[in-house]
């Protein structure tokens, strides 16, 4: 290998997303807890969710996530060698939502796992998937975050079951040589964190040992608010330092998306012009893990994102989990 192409880099060759059908609009949940679309609108930015079908399962979603990001790659399942799954509403406590999806895709070769992080899962997945295409022992990753959150929604709390939504999306990355600076493709720094001391202000009150429930999801909203803004800009910060590289170098900053509030408030701070920054929570509101390749397969599909733009990922969940990735599309 000349020293020009001295990194191993992982490139992304597609991307895609899936939504069930099943549209919950604002002015629907008025109809079943005290709230309205005015008020979800302004303190969110979300219009409306979608629902999974009854017996539509959160492996159904990656599934089809998974074939449109192949598709999108002119790539097969026979060309992939790692899946990892990020999310908190698996199907089943075991076997992994990821080795259900690598069956239904018919793959017999390869290695497939689940990730849990909550809302940061797809920054952890993503990050874990680099460093494996980095080390050389695997070439193809397929990188899913998919939920369905509906199921541990407490419908009679006002507070969080308007926020959240169901959805899937993935990516399909490539392990290419790259000369090492930040010209390159594909993933350029990754920066995690988290802080288990945070645990009541979102959780989710039931699980197989603690309960043997499935439970349902808890949140001090205000206090989940106060300390995002801050875990955002410090991850953000920290890939920038990593790189030297500034807002202004950014063609795109793609939030996970939770909440209009919280990332206008972040890209304000980081100094990030709004017209960069690609928002779909009013679409699909809070769909957790799935909540950011939802949102680059839209950027993407509408020819937003292209070759070579350079692209901010960040998300904060519970835990706390937080995390940053910069990567050149
Ligand atoms: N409709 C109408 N009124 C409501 C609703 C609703 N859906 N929900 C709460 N209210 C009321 C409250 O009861 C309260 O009424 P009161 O003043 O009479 O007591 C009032 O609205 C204000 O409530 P707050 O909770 O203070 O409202 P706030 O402005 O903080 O907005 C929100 C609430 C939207 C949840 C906000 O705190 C927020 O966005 N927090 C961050 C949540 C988030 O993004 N979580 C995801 C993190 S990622 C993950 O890992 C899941």
Same mark, same amino acid.
């Given at each position: 290998?000349?020293?020009?192409?001295?990194?191993?880099?992982? !490139?992304?060759?597609?991307?895609?997303?899936?939504?069930?059908?099943?549209?919950?609009?604002?002015?629907?949940?008025?109809?079943?807890?005290?709230?309205?679309?005015?008020?979800?609108?302004?303190? +969110?930015?979300?219009?409306?969710?979608?629902?999974a079908?009854?017996?539509?399962?959160?492996?159904?979603?990656?599934e /089809?996530?998974? $074939?449109?990001?192949l598709?999108?790659? =002119?790539? *097969?399942?026979?060309?992939?060698?790692?899946?990892?799954?990020?999310? @908190?509403?698996?199907?089943?406590?075991?076997?992994s939502?990821?080795?259900?999806?690598q &069956?239904?895709?018919?793959? +017999?070769?390869? !290695?497939?796992?689940?990730?849990?992080a909550?809302? @940061?899962?797809?920054?952890? =997945?993503?990050? *874990?998937?680099? /460093?494996?295409?980095?080390?050389?022992?695997?070439?193809?990753?397929?990188?899913?975050?998919?939920?369905?959150?509906?199921r541990?929604?407490? #419908?009679?709390d $006002?507070s969080?079951?308007?926020?959240?939504?169901?959805g &899937?999306?993935?990516?399909?990355?490539?392990?290419?040589?790259?000369?090492?600076?930040?010209?390159?493709?594909?993933?350029?720094?990754?920066?995690l964190? @988290?802080d288990?001391?945070?645990?009541?202000?979102?959780?989710?009150?039931?699980?197989?040992? &603690?309960?043997?429930?499935v439970?349902?999801?808890?949140?001090?909203?205000?206090?989940?608010?106060?300390?995002? !803004?801050?875990m955002? +800009?410090?991850?953000?910060?920290?890939?920038?330092?990593? *790189?030297?590289?500034?807002?202004?170098?950014?063609? #795109?900053?793609?939030?996970?998306?939770?909440?209009?509030?919280?990332?206008?408030?972040?890209?304000?701070?980081?100094?990030?012009?709004?017209e960069?920054?690609?928002?779909?929570?009013?679409?699909?509101?809070?769909?957790? &893990?799935?909540?950011?390749?939802?949102?680059? =397969?839209?950027?993407?599909?509408?020819? $937003?994102? /292209?070759?070579?733009?350079l692209?901010?990922?960040?998300?904060?969940?519970?835990?706390? *989990?937080?995390?940053?990735?910069?990567?050149? #599309?």
């Open positions: 290998m000349t020293e020009k192409f001295s990194v191993m880099r992982s !490139v992304v060759r597609g991307v895609g997303a899936y939504l069930p059908e099943r549209v919950l609009t604002n002015d629907e949940l008025s109809k079943m807890v005290d709230t309205s679309d005015e008020w979800i609108v302004q303190r +969110t930015g979300i219009k409306e969710r979608h629902i079908a009854a017996g539509e399962t959160t492996s159904m979603l990656g /089809k996530a998974a $074939r449109a990001a598709a999108h790659a =002119a790539l *097969t399942p026979a060309d992939i060698d790692l899946v990892i799954v990020a999310t @908190s509403t698996p199907d089943y406590t075991f076997p939502t990821a080795t259900q999806i &069956a239904m895709l018919g793959m +017999t070769h390869g !290695v497939a796992f689940d990730l849990q909550v809302c @940061s899962g797809f920054i952890f =997945a993503l990050t *874990t998937a680099d /460093k494996f295409l980095r080390s050389g022992s695997h070439k193809r990753a397929l990188v899913i975050g998919a939920e369905t959150f509906s541990i929604i407490d #419908w009679t $006002r969080t079951c308007v926020l959240f939504g169901d &899937a999306g993935a990516v399909v990355l490539e392990a290419a040589w790259g000369a090492g600076d930040n010209a390159d493709r594909g993933v350029l720094t990754t920066h964190r @988290s288990g001391r945070h645990r009541s202000k979102l959780h989710v009150d039931g699980g197989p040992s &603690a309960t043997q429930t439970g349902h999801l808890r949140m001090e909203g205000k206090e989940v608010f106060r300390f995002a !803004v801050g955002v +800009t410090d991850v953000v910060k920290d890939a920038f330092a990593a *790189t030297g590289l500034t807002a202004e170098d950014l063609d #795109w900053f793609v939030p996970h998306q939770a909440n209009r509030r919280i990332i206008d408030m972040s890209a304000a701070k980081l100094g990030i012009a709004p960069k920054v690609v928002i779909t929570v009013q679409g699909h509101g809070n769909t957790s &893990a799935a909540s950011i390749p939802l949102a680059l =397969a839209a950027a993407a599909a509408d020819g $937003r994102i /292209k070759q070579n733009d692209v901010m990922l960040e998300a904060v969940g519970g835990g706390f *989990t937080w995390g940053a990735a910069l990567l050149r #599309w």
